[in-house]
């Protein structure tokens, strides 16, 4: 059973459309490196200069992946990852 990217409606664009990809990944980085093999224009809006856009969450099962190991947090089959760019205004 793979691992489920849920892909934010704002960067769909760059991902044929889909909603959900379905990769494997031992970890979080692993699993973006995959998601920017399939999709390699979704990459520069998941990254700037190697590191995550400020502005960008990425959740692991509900947990933001900064306050587990970041791109290091482990991965299994199953997981579900959310990209999730954060919202301002006022």
Do not use: C, S, W
Request: glycine letters at 8%; zero cysteines; proline letters at 4%.
């Amino acid at each position: 059973m793979p691992i489920k990217v849920q892909i934010p409606q704002a960067m769909r664009q760059h991902a044929d459309g889909q909603a959900n990809v379905d990769l494997a990944g031992a970890n979080i980085k692993e699993l973006l490196d995959n998601l920017g093999a399939k999709h390699p224009n979704i990459v520069a809006r998941i990254f700037e200069n190697g590191q995550v856009r400020r502005f960008v969450n990425i959740y692991l099962n509900d947990e933001d992946v900064r306050y587990l190991d970041n791109l290091q947090t482990a991965t299994k089959d199953g997981d579900v990852v959310a990209i999730i760019p954060a919202v301002a205004g006022g």
